[in-house]
């Protein structure tokens, strides 16, 4: 274990971390808050950590084996220091686990929170929820599109195999550096036209900032207890649909279709073939509308339901399927089943390459293939078939992979269930929807976890902390320190 070149590189991180305190800290001097010195203390302990780390480190490759750890040490030290602002604004005071509860569930763009009362808390702690959310959503891009693949983790796999023959023609950057600027660039351009499309629907400034942060990471968080209900405006809420919806593709296919390969087709030709060749992106849509027509059809067959259908349900339809976690209305006041239904299509998630959580959409396609090939192949023992995705054969470890993720998955999922069931007074529906929510990255559940997981007892709080963050590093990643070979020399 090269113990000095993990603290470089986690300095790093912690470094580039860092400016997130600027911004809440500009915002309380706007607003004339008491929040200065508090934003000012943690931004000085974060630099300050951080380069004792970064000074300490040796210049050495990094192997595999290490990239584990610091991936793992990254999301848990972010957290800590990203906690401290909650612990130490006395408006809010909270208590350490709610504190590392509502950091995690920030820095993993989970949504969850333990928070009541925003309406009336400091600006610049809400900005602060919004921005750290944001990001973790752009480190989690840069981590399944750059970091993972030196893993073998799920990124290079599913974001590379992805990309069709012709978009593999695109010098897409796989250098670590190169990627993350890109997509550093397209994820801030999406960013600032959605805060000015949000602006011109209808939401002050302020709001239009802080919300534009969480929908581009998929990330639920609102300043407002009602989350976007409390704008109660349809064209506020078809700039969220569209925006999630975008934030849920492959960010790689963004940067595709952007980029003109050469002059055999016009601009407009090529980014519309781009995503209209991908397999994955044809199921994501196709998963968005068969989830909004269900939902709208059992809510119109209610006869107890008395709320707007289309709005409410396509809204909810798309924010839960990309696991975004914003609501416009109460879903506890849905007496049908549409809000399990909501709760299960959680677990297809976004897209790979996204922010969303779940299993991935990719992993969707790969296995409804894999289980296509499996059917032809027992109607006719004697042929050979292979399972195709973007005019590419979908190779046996990649099948193998998804397989044993979706596999762990769900062991992880009843595990943690069981052990929620069992340490805690939960009824059977709020515990199976907040182990759901938190290891799908979706943020609110049902029953008592709807609206916040303030009720919450501590050690149910830590139970999810670890649920939220083994969701958003894929499972393996963090799972792979729990093997005792691992530590082995």
């Given amino acids: 274990m090269r113990i000095r070149v993990i603290l470089g590189v986690l300095g790093t991180a912690i470094l580039l971390f860092s400016p997130v305190f600027i911004v809440p800290l500009g915002v309380a001097l706007i607003y004339g808050e008491p929040t200065v010195f508090q934003f000012t203390l943690c931004a000085g ?34 957290s800590v220091l990203a906690s401290l602002p909650l612990i130490f604004v006395p408006n809010i005071a909270m208590s350490i686990p709610d504190a590392l509860f509502e950091a995690v569930s920030m820095v993993t763009t989970t949504g969850a929170t333990v928070l009541v009362g925003l309406d009336e808390m400091p600006k610049s702690v809400l900005m602060y929820r919004q921005i750290v959310c944001w990001f973790g959503g752009m480190g989690i891009i840069v981590l399944v599109v750059a970091i993972l693949p030196m893993l073998g983790i799920g990124g290079a796999q599913l974001i590379r195999a992805e990309l069709s023959s012709d978009q593999n023609k695109l010098s897409v950057p796989l250098r670590v550096r190169e990627t993350a600027e890109t997509l550093w660039k397209i994820y801030l351009g999406m960013t600032v036209l959605c805060a000015v499309s949000l602006w011109l629907a209808g939401m002050t400034p302020f709001d239009a900032i802080a919300h534009s942060f969480s929908t581009v990471a998929i990330g639920g968080f609102s300043t407002h207890d009602q989350s976007i209900g409390y704008f109660d405006s349809t064209a506020i809420e078809c700039v969220m649909i569209v925006f999630i919806v975008i934030a849920g593709c492959n960010f790689m296919l963004h940067y595709a279709a952007i980029h003109r390969p050469g002059r055999h087709s016009g601009r407009i030709t090529h980014f519309v073939r781009t995503y209209a060749n991908d397999a994955q992106i044809r199921f994501y849509f196709v998963a968005l509308t068969l989830t909004c027509v269900l939902i709208c059809t059992k809510l119109a067959l209610d006869s107890d339901y008395e709320g707007n259908l289309f709005r409410e349900g396509i809204f909810h339809s798309v924010s839960f399927l990309t696991t975004a976690g914003f609501t416009i209305t109460d879903l506890n006041s849905w007496t049908n089943m549409a809000p399990v239904f909501l709760l299960y299509v959680s677990f297809i998630g976004a897209c790979a390459g996204s922010t969303g959580g779940g299993f991935k959409v990719f992993r969707i396609v790969i296995l409804l293939k894999q289980g296509m090939r499996e059917i032809q192949q027992l109607l006719h023992p004697g042929a050979i078939f292979q399972a195709r995705m973007n005019g590419k054969n979908i190779s046996d470890r990649m099948v193998e992979s998804t397989v044993a993720f979706v596999v762990v998955y769900g062991m992880c999922f009843a595990v943690i269930l069981g052990t929620l069931l069992f340490v805690s007074s939960l009824d059977l529906v709020t515990a199976f929807s907040a182990v759901a929510a938190c290891l799908n990255n979706l943020g609110p559940g049902l029953g008592v976890v709807a609206t916040n997981y303030h009720s919450l007892a501590d050690l149910d709080k830590c139970i999810l902390i670890f649920a939220m963050i083994l969701g958003r590093l894929e499972i393996f990643t963090l799972l792979v320190l729990f093997a005792p070979r691992y530590w082995r020399r």
């Fill in 45 to 78: 302990i974060a630099v300050g950590l951080g380069y004792c780390f970064f000074a300490v480190r040796e210049k050495q490759s990094l192997r595999a084996r290490d990239a584990f750890l610091i991936v793992t040490l990254v999301y848990f030290v972010i």
